[in-house]
């Protein structure tokens, strides 16, 4: 079972990156994506919930992040925009088994955003 996150990058403040994590070996109900920034403690961004599709985002990213999976890709999207210098971290794709999952059980390897102001 593989999580392979890409889409990390350069980019301004006020721009938009599109984060994608592909999700090998099984098929998954719910994703999340989290992030680190240097020396500060793990971060719920946004995830999205089993075949409802309800997704639920961390006060900080609210209207500015959509969370978005495609089931027939195994995959799940973070579409950022209006990007600030403190989005800036390592963002991490996460998924699990269970529809209603809180806590993940696999990790992707993670890809660094970095906005510049």
């Known amino acids: 079972v593989q999580l392979q996150a890409s889409g990390g990058g350069l980019v301004q403040a006020g721009g938009s990156l599109r984060l994608s994590c592909a999700a090998s070996g099984r098929t998954f109900s719910s994703y999340a994506w989290f992030r680190q920034a240097p020396g500060k403690e793990r971060e719920f961004v946004a995830r999205?919930?089993?075949?409802?599709?309800?997704?639920y985002y961390g006060d900080s990213v609210k209207g500015r992040f959509t969370i978005s999976r495609d089931n027939a890709k195994n995959s799940v999207y973070l579409q950022m925009n209006s990007l600030r210098p403190e989005d800036t971290a390592v963002y991490y794709c996460?998924?699990?088994?269970?529809?209603?999952?809180?806590?993940?059980?696999?990790w992707g390897q993670g890809t660094l955003v970095t906005v510049s102001s």
């Open positions: 996460a998924a699990d088994p269970s529809a209603y999952a809180v806590t993940y059980t696999y």
């Open positions: 999205i919930r089993g075949s409802s599709g309800i997704t």
